[in-house]
């Protein structure tokens, strides 16, 4: 999750969390858990009335504070997270967790932030520009678990200097996996289709690779969870 996860998101990942049922990874939510009544008015308007809140099974608030901040703050700061320390709840396990700041996770992780140089890419269309380039001199079918490779890379690096994309060769170095992993995933939407693609991207994402390391810790979280519960029917 992340800091646009809001609303439904935030009650499955927070009824998850009470739970102890799963292990919660990502960024703060965004503290999303107002519920609205519309009530008709006269030429064709009416009233969005705030008339509930959402919680958490354990009964902590998912809404955010809005009532100290402006609404600029309130929708497009990056740093959601916020809690209320008197909305203090335990999961079912005993593990602390709090209220009024939309749901935080069991273990942090944030992507990290496109560089001057990558931004450029996408925003002069590089990537896409060179797949025409590319399959120009190159088969369309690519062989079984494809990656692009190092003749590759360079095939990227020198269209780029061509095509009025500025760079250093220290950046290109710095962004070597980030470029390899694109251009892969681009050149598989043409090679093979978008669902392969998006399949490849999926298996190479940060926070996938990064969830998966932490399947131990979900399960030790599951099974201890289970075993409180056990001993508590049992006293």
Do not use: C
Request: glycine content about 6%; overall charge negative; cysteine-free.
């Amino acid at each position: 999750m992340n800091r646009g996860s809001a609303s439904a998101s935030e009650i499955v990942s927070g009824a998850l969390q009470d739970h102890d049922r799963g292990w919660v990874l990502g960024e703060n939510t965004f503290g999303k858990g107002l519920v609205q009544t519309v009530f008709p008015l006269s030429e064709s308007t009416a009233l969005s009335l705030t008339t509930a809140k959402y919680y958490t099974p354990s009964g902590r608030l998912i809404q955010r504070d809005y009532e100290h901040t402006s609404f600029f703050d309130y929708y497009y700061k990056t740093n959601t997270e916020a809690r209320n320390d008197k909305d203090v709840k335990m999961t079912d396990s005993g593990r602390t967790v709090y209220g009024g700041g939309g749901i935080s996770p069991d273990a942090k992780f944030t992507p990290e932030k496109l560089d001057r140089f990558e931004i450029d890419i996408f925003r002069k269309y590089a990537l896409v520009n060179f797949i025409t380039h590319y399959f120009a001199t190159h088969p369309v079918k690519l062989s079984k678990d494809w990656v692009a490779d190092e003749s590759t890379l360079t095939e990227f690096h020198d269209f780029l200097l061509k095509h009025d994309v500025t760079f250093t060769e220290a950046e290109f170095t710095k962004d070597h996996d980030w470029l390899k992993r694109n251009l892969t995933g681009e050149i598989y939407k043409t090679a093979e289709g978008v669902d392969e693609s998006r399949k490849y991207y999926i298996q190479t994402d940060p926070l996938v690779q990064k969830a998966v390391d932490d399947m131990p810790k979900a399960l030790a979280l599951v099974n201890s969870s289970r075993k409180l519960v056990v001993q508590r029917m049992t006293k």
